[in-house]
């Protein structure tokens, strides 16, 4: 059974930063494209930062690009996103998000494997 567990959420003020980690189990997904995805308060899913295995590429949302960073730890199947600079309207829960493959892709429905969802709190 796959299963995707995040940690490192929690509360900070702006201008700090966090950082989220993402352990995957059942399976290795050292050849898949994995990312972030984030949902504020009555809002859709957003991408927020990939990593695509194939390509051995970062893609990053505009509105988190020079603030944030995706990596991955292949030996320990976990992938991280240190989250810098956080503003208020970072505020939201955070995913992390695997798929089979290894391109990637930023729309959710291309993800296989998700996790249970983090939060994330940024006070002013």
């Known amino acids: 059974q796959v299963q995707l567990v995040e940690s490192g959420g929690g509360l900070v003020q702006a201008g700090g930063s966090l950082r989220l980690s993402c352990v995957a189990s059942?399976?290795?997904?050292?050849?898949?494209?994995m990312g972030w995805f984030r949902q504020a308060p009555g809002k859709g899913r957003d991408f927020v930062a990939a990593f695509s295995w194939s390509a051995g590429n970062t893609y990053y949302a505009d509105s988190v690009k020079g603030r944030f960073t995706i990596s991955r730890d292949n030996a320990k199947n976990t992938v991280y996103l240190q989250m810098n600079s956080l503003e208020h309207e970072d505020t939201a829960v955070y995913y992390c998000?695997?798929?089979?493959?290894?391109?990637?892709?930023?729309?959710?429905?291309?993800?296989?494997?998700w996790g249970q969802g983090n939060q994330v709190t940024v006070y002013s």
């Open positions: 059942g399976r290795t997904f050292s050849n898949s494209a």
């Open positions: 998000a695997a798929r089979r493959g290894g391109d990637y892709y930023a729309t959710g429905s291309s993800y296989d494997y």
